[in-house]
Each structure stands twice: as structure tokens, then as C-alpha cells.
């Protein structure tokens, strides 16, 4: 089977194509805009591949069974800027599509994952939809230097999220590729944590005060696109917290667990394990 691994470079796809790469009965494939220097990153084949350019679909899709499909964060237009490209791989011959989509997109229309579902489930492709919960990883990459400077500002109110280990949602993706794995999956570390809980343990674990404030929707807008400049990306992260705020992220379930066969990583060991990153 030749697997094609989009955001290969990510903080998922990287971790799908080490599982990939010796596997007796896969073949992957990275693709990336910038193939050279992916290839050099992750010791695989790699094939140019831009969402947004059309040139690049035929050589990515040719002769790709499936496809573990993650959607760049700048992209949120999906018609314009996601679905193309699906179509191509469709037409090229894909049939099987594992989707990194995000809890709660079955239930909450603002995010950009739940029209790519929508697309996904009417196109007759074979589909497992992995709605992850929000990364663990997420606070030691985009909320780093904040906590490094000792507080965490995120629009998610007393509202609890069950967080999740990007390693685990990989170690899914890589099963459900092998063996054809298809439905859709809630994957949730084994407790849901408040963002108070969260700067506690943080607090605890790096023996100094990470503080959690709950800024308005507005001021966080704004204070993102200060930060990042992106203005699509600051009202995805938005509509996360929001979903987080409205209870609808604190979900536990047992997918993981039943999925792998082990229990999910436990915030306090990822804390604990990935604590010099905030030091």
C-alpha cells in the first residue's frame, strides 16, 4: 500500500511516517512544499506538494492508495483551498483518506474540520475521521513563551478539555492506515483538565507560578494576530477555546486505549517528561 503523509513535517505526520517508513506492508511518502529539505528531516521519500497549487496534485496523488490528510492551520477557506486537492487525489485513485480532525466537529460548524468531514463523508472514499483532542503538545509549541514568562492566556473559561498526546494520535493514524481502519474516533488523553488544572500542574512541575487568565474573544483575536500576524489562524485557535468554554471538549473517551491496546499519556507525565522546553 503507498501511503501520502500531508503535514508531514507536523507534529502528527512526523510521527506517522516513523511508523510508516519500515513498515513490511506500507510504502509512505512525505509530502511537503519544501521536499528537499523534508527529506532531509525525516529519511523518506518525499514529493512536492502546496494545497494551494494545483501543479503539484498530479505528481503527489500518482499511484497513492492513501492518504493521511492533515489541514495546514493558514488554510480555513476549505472550498478554495482544501477541497481542490481532494478532488485531484479522488480522481487520481485514492481510496482510502484517514482525517486528522479536531473533538467536537461533528457538533461545532465554525471549524474548518467539520466541512472537510462533510466533503469527505459524501465523496465515497473509505474515511476514518480521528477527532483529536487539543494537543498537549500545543502548550509546548505555541504557548510556550508565554508559559515561559509564567502564564497562560486562552479564551477556554472554567471549561475542561481532554487533552491528548500527539504521539498517540500518530500511533492511531499509523494503525488505521496498516489496517484499513475506517469510522470515527474521539482521541482523548485519559482525563479532562481545566486550563486552571493545566497551570497547576505546570506550576508544580517547573516549581514556579504559571498563571491561567481568561481573556475575552475579542482581546484574544487581537493579542494573537499581534503575535503571529494571522489573523485566519488566531480565529481557528478561537473557535477551539470556544468549544473548550462550552463544555464540549471534556469528553473522555476509551478510543486510544482500545485502539492501541496501552492507556493514553497522562498530562502530568507529558509535563514531566517535556519540562525543559519551558525552562
Known amino acids: 500500500m503507498n501511503v501520502l503523509v500531508t503535514g508531514a513535517t507536523g507534529t502528527v505526520g512526523a510521527h506517522v511516517v516513523d511508523g510508516l517508513r519500515y513498515a513490511p506492508d506500507a510504502a ?5 512544499r519544501d521536499p528537499v529539505t523534508a527529506r532531509e528531516r525525516l529519511d523518506c521519500a518525499t514529493v512536492g506538494f502546496d494545497f494551494t497549487d494545483p501543479t503539484t496534485y498530479r505528481d503527489a496523488f500518482a499511484e497513492i492508495d492513501a492518504l493521511l490528510l492533515v489541514r495546514p492551520p493558514a488554510l480555513s477557506r476549505v472550498r478554495r483551498d482544501i477541497i481542490p486537492a481532494l478532488s485531484a487525489a479522488v480522481g487520481a485513485g485514492v481510496e482510502f483518506v484517514v482525517f486528522l480532525s ?5 457538533r461545532n460548524p ?3 474540520h467539520a466541512r472537510i468531514e462533510s466533503w469527505i463523508a459524501d465523496s465515497g472514499l473509505e474515511t476514518t475521521f480521528l477527532r483529536a483532542s487539543f494537543f498537549m503538545q500545543n502548550l509546548s509549541t505555541t504557548h510556550r513563551e508565554e508559559i515561559r514568562d509564567g502564564r497562560l492566556a486562552v479564551p477556554a473559561g472554567d471549561g475542561k478539555t481532554s487533552f491528548v498526546d500527539a504521539r498517540d494520535v500518530a500511533d492511531v493514524a499509523v494503525r488505521a492506515l496498516r489496517e484499513g481502519i475506517t469510522g470515527a474516533y ?3 488523553g485519559p482525563d479532562a483538565l481545566s486550563y486552571a488544572e493545566v497551570c497547576a500542574v505546570l506550576s508544580a512541575t517547573l516549581e514556579r507560578e504559571v498563571e491561567y487568565t481568561d481573556p475575552s474573544l475579542p482581546r484574544f483575536l487581537v493579542s494573537r494576530y499581534r503575535l503571529e500576524g494571522d489573523l485566519a489562524k488566531a480565529g481557528v485557535m478561537a473557535a477551539i477555546y470556544t468549544t473548550a468554554r462550552l463544555g464540549l471538549a471534556a469528553r473522555v473517551t476509551d478510543d486510544v486505549r482500545s485502539l492501541l491496546g496501552r492507556p493514553p499519556t497522562d498530562f502530568r507525565a507529558f509535563v514531566r517528561d517535556n519540562r525543559t522546553v519551558w525552562t
Open 28 to 32: 509512505v511518502t512525505a509530502a511537503s
Open 110 to 112: 465554525l471549524v474548518p
Open 186 to 188: 474521539d482521541l482523548t
Open 102 to 106: 479536531v473533538i467536537g466537529a461533528d
